[in-house]
């Protein structure tokens, strides 16, 4: 695993939640990194990407309610998730767009390929 996700759990619907992701193996910041999630027995779906320059894109679905960021000081994307709902549940992974040639995920222009053991996420009342 050579991406370390966090900061998964579970909240009320209309809860914000963090999740953050590093690596200790590689620096993210020539790479772009993206925010998928997986819901039990759905395909694994990309949610958000932050590009080397910070260029940002988000599905319909969390426009306006999810916002990713980088700090490459820190070496580490946030992805800051507010207003949850319960079809946000899912197991959340974080990749980057260096090369593994496996598992390759196309999403928002770029080919995800290098990931993360997954965070959960649970909104429920």
């Known amino acids: 695993v050579q991406l370390q996700a966090s900061g998964g759990g579970l909240v009320q619907p209309g809860s914000s939640l963090t999740l953050s992701c590093t690596s200790t193996e590689f620096a993210l910041r020539p790479y772009s990194t993206g925010w998928f999630r997986q819901a039990p027995g759905k395909e694994r779906e990309g949610v958000s990407s932050i590009s080397e320059s910070r260029m940002t894109y988000y599905i319909d679905a969390v426009k306006g309610r999810f916002t990713i960021t980088r700090d490459n000081a820190k070496n580490t994307v946030t992805l800051q998730m507010n207003n949850l709902k319960p079809e946000d549940t899912a197991v959340y992974y974080c990749?980057?767009?260096?090369?593994?040639?496996?598992?390759?995920?196309?999403?928002?222009?770029?080919?995800?390929?290098?990931w993360g053991q997954g965070t959960q996420v649970t909104v429920s009342s």
């Open positions: 990749a980057a767009d260096r090369y593994s040639g496996r598992n390759v995920k196309q999403f928002g222009g770029y080919s995800f390929q290098t």
